[in-house]
């Protein structure tokens, strides 16, 4: 299984702008290289929780100036946490959650395709009602992606489909206990799979999972800190990096190397944020880590593009 090389990387924050700002509460980003453009999506609102939400997607050629290339709308639902899955057949995927409901709500996954980043079909269900396929990543001619339930009892899922769209269980109980929920996944080219995972309930610390194909039989083990809106990144040089919210004093998001043999998360750059953050999506290109994100430390939640350069 691929392995984060020993040695100490160091990361310094080289630029970051303000991207996305024309609604109220503009948050939970993801960030893809598509077609040789940069593509941020994430949700517009009026708050953090309120009913209101779509996806506003932007495109940059330069990651400096951005136009808006789509929104994306669901008649009667707030759509959630939007994730950019590149597809093997050269189109871009996009999954979001559906939240329907005013009191106790109901989440639906949902997703949409594009040849061009700019227009999007139409809504497709995929997975089942109630279990919220976070993230997903294709490997040999598959898409697998990990979902959790919205509901008691609390599990993680893993699902499996050949087409991206009919999501069929793989592991039915990828995990359970102290509420698992949010996730990042890389599969490496040798077909390793790396699953980080959030929790919230009594036992909150995240959890690292790892398998090899064909993904039945899971490890895991608990990396004794709380994180939130991960996200994983292997780079072409091995190392594993996650880009998460941390908790522990000020309420940040960071970029965090991952040893998985250790099973460590070590926090090599706070990014200029706080309160009410994080989410990020991340992608390497020219030779930097670029980060997109949200905060609310500038009064306004807004989503942010950073430039982090590492070293080590």
């Known amino acids: 299984m691929t392995s984060s090389p020993t040695r100490r990387s160091t990361a310094e924050v080289a630029a970051v702008r303000r991207i996305g700002d024309s609604a109220p509460h503009s948050a939970f980003t993801d960030l893809v290289r598509y077609a040789g453009s940069w593509f941020c999506a994430f949700r517009e609102a009026r708050t953090h929780l309120s009913d209101d939400g779509v996806l506003r997607v932007l495109t940059s050629v330069d990651g ?4 808006s290339a789509a929104v994306v709308r669901l ?3 707030d759509l959630r946490d939007p994730r950019f899955v590149p597809r093997p057949d050269g189109r871009l995927q996009l999954l979001a959650a559906a939240a329907t409901g005013e009191t106790a709500k109901t ?4 997703t949409w395709l594009s040849a061009d980043g700019h227009a999007w079909g139409d809504p497709l269900p995929v997975g ?10 294709w490997h040999d001619g598959a898409m697998y992606g990990v979902g959790y339930a919205t509901r008691e009892p609390r599990f993680a899922r893993l699902y499996r ?8 269980p793989w592991v039915p109980t990828l995990f359970e206990g102290g509420y698992p929920n ?9 077909g390793s799979a790396i699953c980080l995972l959030r929790r919230d309930g009594d036992a909150a610390t995240a959890q690292l999972g790892r398998a090899r194909p064909p993904y039945r039989d899971w490890s895991w083990v608990d990396l004794g800190v ?4 991960p996200t994983l990144l292997r780079l072409p040089d091995g190392r594993l990096l996650a880009g998460v919210r941390l908790l522990d004093g000020e309420v940040r998001t960071a970029v965090c190397a991952v040893d998985p043999e250790r099973g460590e998360l070590t926090e090599l750059v706070a990014l200029p944020s706080g309160g009410d953050t994080s989410y990020p999506g991340m992608v390497w290109h020219d030779d ?3 980060v997109s994100y949200y905060s609310s430390h500038e009064e306004r939640t807004c989503v942010y593009l950073a430039e982090v350069s590492l070293t080590g």
Do not use: N
């Open 161 to 168: 489909s050949t087409d991206g769209i009919d999501l069929q």
């Open 226 to 229: 709380q994180i939130g809106g």
């Open 107 to 110: 989440f639906e996954t949902v």
């Open 288 to 290: 930097l880590l670029w």
């Open 128 to 137: 089942e009602p109630g279990v919220w396929v976070w993230r997903a990543a």
């Open 75 to 77: 008649a009667g639902a």
């Open 64 to 67: 400096r100036s951005w136009t």
């Open 182 to 190: 949010e996730s990042g996944l890389v599969v490496d080219p040798d």
